[in-house]
């Protein structure tokens, strides 16, 4: 499976983002997704996931109100909508997907990892 971010960029602080994340291979609907960041010099953390339907989402208590989560059937993608960018978000965004149902924060539930997309906020 191979897993392909895009959308990330450079935005001043208080600006926003759409990142995408769309799977190949096996079908759309077979994945729990999340996605993680990463920033210089300190380990990757959880983000925000959904599950295969959709309709359950999990965020880090970070950025639950300014980041959203969600999927798309039609279009085999799955977003991050970034909104209210701190200097702090900076960091490469990593898609993943995993074969559960539902996944939650543990890097270890995610089976498939993309390459990551960088986003950077300037303050």
């Known amino acids: 499976v191979r897993l392909v971010e895009s959308g990330g960029g450079w935005v001043q602080a208080g600006g926003s983002l759409r990142l995408s994340c769309a799977p190949s291979g096996r079908t759309f609907g077979s994945y729990a997704m999340g996605w993680f960041r990463q920033a210089p010099g300190k380990e990757r953390e959880f983000v925000a996931s959904i599950n295969r339907s959709g309709n359950w989402k999990w965020y880090t208590d970070s950025v639950k109100d300014r980041f959203t989560i969600s999927r798309d059937s039609a279009k085999n993608t799955v977003y991050l909508q970034v909104n209210s960018l701190k200097s702090e978000d900076t960091a490469v965004y990593y898609c993943?997907?995993?074969?559960?149902?539902?996944?939650?924060?543990?890097?270890?539930?995610?089976?498939?990892w993309g390459q990551g997309t960088q986003v950077t906020v300037s303050s």
């Open positions: 993943a997907a995993s074969l559960k149902v539902r996944a939650y924060d543990d890097i270890d539930e995610y089976d498939y």
